[in-house]
């Protein structure tokens, strides 16, 4: 009986990411100007400033334009988050593998890079032809491992 008490005390503390950083987060989109459409490659569509939500593990591209300026694509990309790091931690000390593997099936332990999402959009010069400025995307920076607080 203790077995089977502690193993489901186990399973119940496992998972840690995933319980106390969700499965989704919220990505800001800001636009200067203000009023841009922000479009995502996964069908969401919002007026700058905005926020959306997404799974934790989704990657994407958003495409912000507006009248008179040239449009901007940006790649998102997600990377360990500190707090995630810590949650993975966690598993390893509490939750063990079935922990560990539910939190990376899940993808709690990432975070969106760039969030917020901050584009100076550039006006279209008279006589010059609108056009898309695709971003490179960039490798995101380490992440302390530190918890935020």
Do not use: W
Request: hydrophobic content about 40%.
């Amino acid at each position: 009986m203790r077995i089977v008490a502690t193993v489901a005390l186990a399973a119940l503390c496992g998972a840690c990411a995933t319980i106390t950083r969700g499965t989704t987060s919220q990505v800001q989109i800001q636009s200067n100007p203000s009023g841009a459409e922000a479009r995502t490659s996964m069908g969401h569509l919002c007026t700058t400033p905005c926020t959306l939500q997404f799974a934790r593990r989704d990657e994407f591209v958003v495409t912000i334009s507006k009248p008179g300026y040239h449009t901007e694509e940006i790649p998102v990309t997600t990377r360990v988050a500190g707090a995630g790091a810590a949650g993975a931690a966690g598993n390893v000390l509490v939750g063990g593998l079935v922990g560990l593997t539910v939190d990376v099936a899940t993808g709690a332990p990432l975070e969106h890079y760039p969030n917020p999402i901050v584009v100076n959009l550039e006006p279209v010069a008279r006589g010059q032809a609108p056009r898309v400025n695709r971003r490179v995307p960039e490798p995101p920076p380490a992440v302390d491992a530190q918890p935020r607080t």
